[in-house]
């Protein structure tokens, strides 16, 4: 498989995780919990759910997809590219709405409980089709269809982006969320 090809498959693995420690911390804010929601990992987690899919990872697949446009004649793996590609800029305006709730809620201003966790299942279920649909549809195609100068010219384009959480080099800001991760991954194994 293709560098780039993989990089999309495990991005969509870290945003799976990433949504998993939103959800627990979420279900914080629920009237039945017993525990307080952590509001530091939660907004972590949407800044680079906001920032790294807008920078890299959206532009990377939105790009291999206009290189496979020419090449797919089926009408209906045409049809889901094209939602998938429409889907980003809808992922995009409610992480911002929920971001903006989040941080309002951080500042202290009254915001109705609901009002979160509506915001929250929406963009959360959105998020986790929008993954299955590519993982079942794109990524095969992209497989199938691209070649390797395709991917080369793409990888040239975006070269030195890096993963600020999971790549290479984590950056300072997302460090207490990096813990918190791989203290969850230990529990959730601890526990198995």
Not at 62 to 76: A, G, I, M, N, Y
């Amino acid at each position: 498989m293709d560098k780039l090809i993989e990089r999309i498959t495990v991005d969509h693995e870290h945003i799976l995780k990433l949504l998993q420690a939103v959800d627990y911390e979420i279900k914080g804010y629920d009237s039945d919990s017993d525990r307080m929601p952590r509001l530091i990992i939660i907004m972590d987690a949407l800044d680079y759910l906001q920032n790294y899919p807008d920078s890299f990872h959206h532009p990377l697949e939105s790009q291999l997809l206009e290189r496979l446009k020419p090449r797919v004649t089926d009408s209906e793996l045409l049809q889901t590219m094209a939602e998938i590609d429409q889907e980003h800029d809808r992922i995009k305006a409610l992480t911002i709405e929920l971001v903006e709730i989040v941080k309002a809620i951080s500042e202290d201003h009254p915001v109705p409980v609901k009002k979160l966790i509506n915001s929250y299942e929406d963009y959360v279920s959105l998020q986790k089709s929008h993954i299955l649909k590519e993982n079942r549809v794109m990524i095969p195609a992209m497989k199938t269809y691209l070649t390797t100068k395709d991917l080369e010219l793409a990888q040239q384009e975006l070269l030195g982006s890096s993963d600020p959480l999971f790549g290479h080099k984590l950056r300072e800001s997302y460090e207490g969320l990096y813990q918190y991760l791989l203290e969850t991954n230990v529990r959730q194994e601890a526990v198995v």
